[in-house]
């Protein structure tokens, strides 16, 4: 069994919906047929195909996973974030000045300690549990170099490799 593998079936085991990316960090194509007909949100989380649709392809499903990693083994693992999860994550940028917007927050108490990865990319993202309701994410909502991963998004996690800088994403 590839790490790869290992790794999507222990975040199967925490209720984290797992999925294959491109290597690249983006979501693989859509086939013709969800490309032209599944549009809007409902649509593609109802979609039964294996890998379209992005994060809407997320599964607790042990053979989909396995079986998504097996089709695109050199794509990178993604767990999606918000209720689905039970996750809302803090992405630090440190290009965009998140590091000190993270330490002020840290020292405030605005940011306390969980469980934290390094990204690939060099930065840090947080995961706290999901407080319920619909926490609405998006880049820079947390404060400058801070984006925020919560419903309609996702994380890419270990073992991944950053494709840019080759760095592996790490849980600390």
């Given at each position: 069994m590839s790490t790869t593998v290992?790794?999507?079936?222990?975040y199967v085991a925490r209720g984290w919906p797992a999925f294959i990316l491109s290597a690249t960090k983006v979501p693989t194509a859509n086939c013709g047929r969800c490309h032209d007909q599944h549009t809007t949100p409902a649509q593609m989380e109802v979609c039964d195909c294996l890998t379209c649709h992005g994060f809407y392809a997320s599964t607790l499903d042990a053979g989909r996973i396995t079986e998504m990693i097996r089709q695109h083994p050199h794509g990178l693992l993604g767990i999606r974030t918000g209720g689905p999860s039970g996750t809302v994550v803090?992405?630090?940028d440190p290009r965009n000045g998140g590091l000190p917007t993270m330490r002020q927050f840290v020292e405030t108490g605005?940011?306390?300690r969980t469980v934290?990865?390094?990204?690939?990319g060099n930065g840090y993202q947080l995961l706290y549990a999901h407080p319920g309701g619909r926490i609405q994410g998006g880049s820079g909502?947390?404060?400058p170099g801070i984006d925020v991963k919560a419903d309609?998004?996702?994380v890419v996690v270990?073992?991944?490799i950053h494709p840019l800088p080759r760095k592996p994403y790490q849980w600390l």
């Open positions: 290992q790794a999507a079936l222990g803090i992405d630090v605005r940011l306390p934290v990865q390094r990204t690939g909502k947390g404060g309609g998004g996702f270990p073992p991944s």
